[in-house]
Structure formats: C-alpha cells, structure tokens
C-alpha cells in the first residue's frame, strides 16, 4: 500500500481510457496475497491485456530503455528513490506523487510532473498530459537527461566523502 500499487492502477484506468493502446508495466516485489490482490483489481477493471507485473528484476535497464514513462505513485515516506534516478540515466519523462523527497529530487513541471497522493485523476491526467504533448515530452526527457548529473556516482561519491569528513 505504501508504494502506491492501488493508486496506480486506478490512475491507469483513467489514463488508459484515453489512450486505449497504453499498457502498464509493473517491475517489483510483494508478497504473494498482494500481487493476487492487485492482479484481481486488474481483472475487475478488465484491463488484463494492458497490465503486467513482471515481479522483481535484477536489471530493469531494458524496461527503462523501452518505456515512455516512468510512474512512481508512493503513497508515504519516500526518503530517496532509485527509480527516478535510474529514469534519469535513460532521460524519461516522471509521473509521481509529491511525498517525501520526491518533490525534491523530481522538481514539479521540470523533469515530470507531481501529483497528490490521493489524486489518481490528477495522475491520469499527467501520464495523458506528457504522452501526448510532443513539446512537454521532449522538454522533460531532457531535462531527466541534465538531472543525471546531480546523482552520478562521482559527485554522489565526492557529496559522501564531505559529508564523512565534516562529521
């Protein structure tokens, strides 16, 4: 529940009402109960030919290559996210909720666009908003793109070892 699985796909049935051709790829672990849970949503929404969960991936660089864009819709605590920053290696587009650091990593209309947790129309509309605006894809991929460069391993590393040496 805390990242948002629910939200999400009531999100994507909104969004995938507009843009029939749309699919949901979802890459990550739950338990069991929660993926039969989810899998069941999708079921009643009747939306088991545009939504997969693939599980846990060792490497999702190919998913990363191959989307349009990446959503992340956590409901609570989101300290610091890899996934925007693996979007940012591969310049996409972001969809997420402003909780936590998101807004602090993915700046609101830079990068992608932020919404509130309990807004999934306000998801929906933004996944509609960059897939279908030429102009507003483009100006946040690379924007995503120029982002990289504030988490790259190198400055990421050199921002540590400052830190350890001020303690």
Do not use: W
Not at 18 to 40: H, V
Not at 116 to 124: G, K, L
């Amino acid at each position: 529940a805390r990242k948002g699985h629910k939200f999400l796909i009531d999100a994507f049935e909104k969004f995938h009402k507009l843009l029939p051709t749309s699919i949901l790829i979802c890459a990550g672990d739950d338990s069991i109960e929660q993926i039969m849970i989810l899998k069941q949503v999708v079921s009643d929404l009747q939306l088991d030919t545009a939504v997969f969960f693939l599980g846990f991936q060792k490497d999702c660089s190919d998913l990363l290559e191959a989307c349009d864009i990446v959503a992340i819709p956590s409901q609570e605590y989101e300290s610091f996210c890899l996934v925007a920053v693996d979007a940012f290696m591969y310049a996409k587009p972001i969809v997420a909720t402003n909780v936590g650091a998101l807004p602090e990593i993915i700046p609101d209309q830079v990068c992608g666009t932020l919404c509130s947790p309990e807004d999934s129309n306000a998801f929906a509309r933004a996944l509609f908003e960059i897939s279908t605006d030429k102009n507003l894809y483009n100006r946040y991929s690379e924007a995503s793109e120029a982002r990289i460069t504030i988490y790259n391993f190198e400055t990421m590393l050199l921002g540590y070892l400052r830190s350890v040496k001020n303690l």
